[in-house]
């Protein structure tokens, strides 16, 4: 044979080696895409899913909030949802924790302010730290550099990564997106969505501002917030912020609507102080003082509905009360805790160490 055919006949020996070596490699990925697919379909018998190992849970907000959750913070305008979600930056980022919620460890925040003045919002922040104790230097607290935009795509993840932060702070979330508030779908799709992603890509979890409706008789506890009911069903703690005497006075109360994982919690009285922009535990000088002869009307008729659904329907629980006497959480824990008081109610022990209420 001729060097020319030779050299042919080696070229095609190794065409067909390479169209083998494709054809294998194409095979390969076919084979393992079909066992990725299998693993991710095939059903797990309950006694090998028991036995799996579980990771030990991992808290941003002791008992409130684990990583890679969200959380909603609402109150209506000036009640201070934004101040009060800053100071629980800086008792996390301190290692302080807030109003006796353990942070056990500084936690890194970041503050994504996008509603009002950055700098004076920055000012605000500096005189509570001051007033709170807290040293500014070395604290792993942020806020947004100045040429900061918000979105819940783009650059977002990498400005968290950046800091490290494990809570970020989101105010106001319908600046951050624009979606239909009314829209349960629309508010899936293009906020919870894109926000449970972002916790996978950067390990943060998350606390969203958001408004309440305009003050009307008709809208009790959660059904204050303005919005689809997803704002509530869809995130895994909400908490409300109220000033019942006004927001003139003092007096505020941090109320726990839901709480997905952990314990229900009863409201926390708290105080603000203006001067400071600071929020403190109520030391009980409102209650001191008396409620006013408006508010005994309202607590006497509100107990008469209670203790009525309760001797209706012995052995309830306190849910299936608050349900029953339709009142929201705060008012019927303050409504069983005098009934108790009063020595008009008890509990006994109920399943899986429940209480059930019952008349005395």
């Not at 920055?122 to 230097?137: D, H, P, Y």
């Not at 403190?280 to 009307?297: F, K, L, Q």
Request: with cysteine.
């Amino acid at each position: 044979m001729s060097e020319p055919g030779i050299l042919d006949k080696l070229r095609a020996e190794i065409a067909e080696h390479e169209r083998r070596a494709e054809s294998a490699r194409h095979d390969l990925a076919e084979l393992q895409a079909t066992r990725s697919d299998l693993d991710d379909v095939r059903p797990v018998p309950i006694h090998e899913a028991l036995s799996e190992h579980k990771p030990e849970e991992e808290w941003l907000i002791e008992g409130l909030l684990p990583v890679r959750c969200i959380g909603l913070l609402t109150a209506e305008g000036g009640v201070g949802k934004s101040t009060l979600a800053a100071q629980i930056c800086a008792g996390l980022s301190a290692g302080n924790g807030f109003f006796g919620f353990n942070a056990g460890r500084p936690i890194p925040t970041l503050f994504l302010e996008a509603e009002g003045s950055r700098e004076r919002f920055v000012e605000r922040i500096g005189v509570a730290l001051v007033s709170l104790g807290i040293a500014s230097k070395g604290l792993p607290m942020f806020v947004q550099p100045k040429a900061w935009r918000p979105s819940l795509n783009g650059t977002t993840a990498d400005t968290i990564g950046i800091c490290g932060a494990k809570l970020v702070v989101l105010d106001t979330i319908g600046l951050f997106e624009k979606y239909d508030e009314n829209s349960a779908t629309e508010f899936k799709q293009l906020v919870i969505g894109p926000l449970r992603r972002l916790a996978e890509k950067t390990g943060a979890g998350f606390l969203l501002i958001h408004h309440e409706g305009k003050p009307s008789e008709m809208r009790k506890g959660r059904h204050k917030i303005r919005g689809t009911s997803a704002f509530v069903d869809d995130t895994d703690l909400t908490i409300r912020l109220e000033a019942p005497d006004g927001q003139r006075a003092a007096y505020r109360q941090m109320i726990f609507e839901k709480i997905r994982h952990g314990q229900p919690q009863e409201p926390i009285d708290l105080s603000y102080d203006f001067s400071t922009a600071t929020f403190s535990r109520d030391d009980g000088g409102r209650e001191a003082a008396g409620p006013s002869e408006g508010e005994c009307r309202k607590r006497e008729a509100t107990d008469a509905r209670v203790l009525s659904v309760i001797k209706n329907t012995p052995r309830m629980s306190g849910r299936q009360i608050r349900l029953a006497a339709n009142i929201n959480t705060s008012e019927c824990s303050s409504s069983m805790r005098r009934l108790q008081d009063g020595k008009r109610i008890a509990f006994e022990p109920g399943p899986k160490n429940s209480m059930l209420w019952i008349a005395i």
